[in-house]
């Protein structure tokens, strides 16, 4: 099979030819038709994989090719997806607690297994994700790692329906968060730099737009009822702290961007109306099943450019650099 791999810490990606995997006990082989581009990559090709040579990517979508022994759920030629929950151990404490997204020895697809970055991929059978007919591969590949991070994100945020809700970034991520808020039924304030992306926002499903550039947005949020949840998508500390004083009483700032700076907030902010910050992980292989029926049933829908699978150094700079219109998928025919 052709697939993609980062031979040692920091070398570009290369395409190689390597057999075909086989699948043992309770593990599923999957046919790629796409894999997703996420910011995250950037562990496996920077020196975080546990072994080298590693092959990236944890947004597949693809095929069931072959099961192993003992799998029983999933069957030849059902189109499953994989994200970054490639499969726990149900031993350790977290897991024995049901928590299996923060089990201590979980397998990272593409970090620490081999990932969708090529024609075949490995997975435990707790890893995937049925994927409806309503979805395209291309359209359900990022809603593995983006879309069930923002789903699953927003509905732990602890907001209801009607409530005010607020989205930071209008990105990768973002554009996905607004849509998804507004599906489930949010009061959706959407908040990114520049006003020209106010139209373009109100489009996804915002029904307010802050340009941050001009607006205070604690004061903006505030005026507006103050936000139940903010979930904030961006890599900057700065816009994403710069929320908080916008929560209402008990509100909760949801961060799933990352960003390279330490997050500063107020104590007086979070003490005197009892405000959360929290950090959420992307979710396991049930949780992007539930973002990809929600997807097919409400029409949220990822933006995407596409690029055959031998251009992924390409599809990766474009996305570094904050080119990707909004979400690059690698395919592989
Ligand atoms: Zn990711
Ligand atoms: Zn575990």
Not at 41 to 64: F, I, L, Q
Not at 147 to 152: E, L, M, Q, R, S
Request: hydrophobic share 45%.
């Amino acid at each position: 099979m052709r697939a993609v791999q980062v031979a040692k810490p920091g070398a570009d990606f290369e395409l190689v030819d390597r057999p075909v995997p086989q699948p043992g006990h309770w593990q599923v082989l999957v046919r790629t038709a796409a894999c997703g581009v996420c910011h995250s990559d950037v562990m496996t090709k920077d020196g975080m994989a546990g072994a080298y040579p590693r092959t990236p990517g944890h947004e597949v979508a693809g095929t069931v090719e072959a099961v192993g022994d003992g799998v029983a759920q999933w069957q030849v030629g059902q189109r499953v997806g994989i994200g970054w929950f490639g499969g726990a151990c149900f031993t350790c404490t977290p897991c024995r607690e049901g928590d299996f997204i923060s089990c201590r020895a979980a397998r990272v697809t593409g970090l620490s297994a081999d990932g969708g970055y090529a024609e075949y991929v490995l997975a435990p059978a707790d890893a995937l994700a049925a994927i409806p007919d309503e979805l395209s591969d291309v359209e359900a590949a990022p809603l593995m790692c983006a879309g069930v991070t923002c789903f699953n994100g927003l509905r732990g945020s602890g907001a209801r329906a009607g409530d005010l809700v607020a989205v930071v970034g209008l990105g990768g991520l973002g554009h996905l968060g607004v849509q998804f808020a507004n599906k489930m039924g949010f009061e959706v304030v959407a908040i990114a730099r520049g006003e020209e992306k106010g139209e373009f926002a109100r489009q996804l499903g915002a029904h307010h737009y802050l340009d941050s550039t001009v607006v205070d947005v604690a004061a903006e949020l505030a005026r507006l009822g103050g936000a139940r949840a903010v979930l904030s998508t961006v890599t900057s500390s700065a816009a994403t702290t710069a929320t908080v004083g916008g929560l209402r009483p008990r509100g909760r700032l949801v961060v799933i961007g990352v960003p390279t700076e330490p997050l500063q907030v107020s104590a007086a902010d979070l003490i005197l109306a009892s405000r959360l910050v929290a950090g959420h992980a992307s979710g396991t292989g049930m949780d992007s099943e539930d973002t990809l029926r929600f997807a097919a049933l409400t029409g949220v829908r990822p933006i995407v450019e596409t690029l055959p699978m031998a251009e992924a150094n390409r599809g990766y700079a474009r996305m570094m650099a904050g080119q990707a219109r909004f979400r690059i998928v690698l395919t592989t025919r």
